[in-house]
């Protein structure tokens, strides 16, 4: 039987980590948008249901409320601060403003050790981040724990296995939340814990063997990990019918076209569709300064040559798109509306919708570590799971200014060293991501006894968990020293390089 949890998402910045958490007790989990119906839930025949958090009030006229028929499914559920006050509005409970704001560290105090708090001590420490709380119980629940300011920081009702928690269980700062989470999942919706990426390639597999059937799938392939896991996966799949297509716009990185085609037809024996368009990417890019215009471009000519290659293939029913979770969650979120767009981000994730094609995305409910893991599974190098991420629009966005074949090949052999010698380090997988960026910056320098007038280099490494912020990676001076020096002396037009120490916000990670 198959075992996962649905976390409905009320627009918590912790939802992400709500399912993070599941997983890493081996169960499987996926966020879903409040409007999810009752029905629709009964069909996917979760072993159980979490409520997540959220920033609004049920004191709100538009508070996010679910299907209130959720209720009913006879389904364990689990309350999270927001959650818990949809319980207890929906059982006839009373949910009001506060006096006195929790946030932060509170103490809990246990009062009753079954199930949801089992093996728990009397009291422990939680973290909690409410104005709202429960003051009169709901209808045939009982209070489980309370702190010193509310009386009923948790509640059950053990007959209809629904329970809720004012505080948050999913973040560090509630040390045993994971056990309480566990509890939840082992004691209350009877998981076993069955989740590990083995059992996830079987039902990706049978999944899309079930819904491609002898149909063709195409998909791109830039080299990058979430494109490269798809691929594989297919290919586990469907074997010959999936059609992976490399599109070189000769923007990659030192040696990467080579690695791509080495470890997918040597390794895998994988045939791939590969398209040498370094020719027209150049040309379309010639003089192209503005940074929009150069991700609109690649883009554009990426769809453009992607789609007529597609077209050769006969009856081609499928696109298959590496689109991972953060990705999903991104555009789904419950409250907002697009947010600003800071760069169009373009990547073989993104492939136009206009294709008329039916969309295949086997990665959409994984985050990128678990991409990285699921590779290892399928045999992946570590050259190619371990690699930084890298953007769709490659090198022509860490070219300010315009792009030429001269300052591609500075650029290519600046993040090479770069890149060798933080391997060399050690440094390589602590760092989120690391490049070498090339700027339109001459200045004077002094080689021999030569004046030169050459450009400057910049070096960005960042840590991250989802690139979402940023800090700049402190790197030790000595190899910051080995870089700068190997860089120009090795490169012929460069003679300074510079590291940059701006976190993400206010910057970006990219330069452009
Ligand atoms: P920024 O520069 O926005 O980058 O801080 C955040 C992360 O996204 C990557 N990035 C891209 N990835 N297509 C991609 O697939 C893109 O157009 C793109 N632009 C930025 C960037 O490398 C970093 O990891």
Not at 146 to 155: P, Y
Not at 319 to 346: M, N, R, W
Not at 381 to 395: D, M, N, Q, W, Y
Request: charged share 25%.
């Amino acid at each position: 039987m198959k075992e996962y949890v649905i976390i409905i998402d009320f627009g918590s910045q912790y939802s992400q980590l709500i399912a993070r958490r599941l997983r890493e007790a081996c169960v499987y989990s996926e966020v879903r948008s409040p409007k999810i119906c009752a029905e629709e839930l009964k069909e996917l025949a979760p072993s159980g249901i979490i409520l997540s958090g959220g920033p609004a009030s049920l004191t709100y006229q538009h508070a996010p409320k679910c299907d209130p028929e959720i209720f009913k499914l006879g389904k364990p559920i689990l309350g999270i601060c927001y959650g818990m006050q949809l319980i207890a509005d929906y059982f006839k409970g009373k949910v009001s403003k506060s006096t006195l704001r929790e946030y932060g560290r509170a103490e809990l105090f246990i009062d009753n050790h079954k199930d949801l708090f089992f093996g728990m001590d009397k009291q422990i420490i939680t973290w909690m981040s409410h104005e709202d709380k429960v003051n009169k119980l709901p209808l045939g629940f009982e209070q489980i724990a309370h702190t010193k300011n509310s009386k009923i920081a948790a509640f059950a009702n053990k007959e209809l296995k629904i329970y809720g928690v004012q505080f948050h269980p999913e973040v560090a700062h509630t040390p045993k939340g994971k056990q309480i989470l566990k509890n939840f999942l082992f004691r209350i919706c009877k998981c076993r814990g069955l989740w590990n990426m083995r059992s996830f390639i079987k039902s990706a597999v049978s999944e899309i063997k079930e819904s491609v059937r002898n149909g063709k799938v195409v998909c791109g392939l830039s080299g990058g990990v979430d494109s490269s896991v798809c691929a594989v996966l297919l290919n586990h799949a469907i074997g010959s019918n999936a059609h992976p297509i490399f599109v070189d716009n000769g923007l990659l990185r030192y040696n990467e076209v080579e690695q791509i085609q080495k470890i997918f037809s040597k390794h895998f024996q994988i045939k791939i569709l590969y398209l040498n368009q370094r020719k027209l990417f150049l040309e379309k890019l010639k003089n192209i300064v503005n940074p929009e215009s150069k991700r609109k471009i690649i883009g554009r000519e990426f769809i453009r040559v992607f789609d007529a290659e597609a077209k050769k293939i006969k009856n081609v029913e499928f696109l298959a798109q590496g689109t991972l979770y953060p990705d999903v969650i991104e555009s789904c979120s419950v409250f907002g509306g697009p947010s600003a767009v800071i760069k169009s981000h373009h990547n073989v994730g993104g492939l136009p919708k206009k294709m008329r094609l039916k969309l295949i995305e086997p990665l959409k409910y994984l985050f990128k570590d678990e991409v990285r893991a699921l590779g290892r599974e399928l045999g992946i190098p570590e050259s190619i799971v371990g690699r930084h991420p890298f953007p769709g629009p490659g090198l022509a966005i860490r070219i300010i200014g315009s792009i030429t074949e001269k300052k591609l090949k500075i650029l290519r052999s600046a993040d090479r060293i770069f890149i060798d010698e933080i391997q060399q380090a050690g440094l390589y997988k602590e760092i989120w991501q690391a490049f070498a960026v090339l700027l339109p910056v001459k200045s004077v320098g002094v080689m021999g006894d030569e004046r030169t007038y050459e450009c400057t280099i910049a070096l960005r490494a960042v840590t991250s968990i989802d690139g979402m912020t940023a800090d700049w990676a402190r790197m030790p001076s000595e190899i910051l020293a080995k870089i700068s020096n190997r860089i120009i002396n090795e490169i012929k037009g460069v003679n300074r390089v510079v590291y940059d120490i701006s976190s993400k916000p206010p910057s970006t990670i990219e330069w452009e």
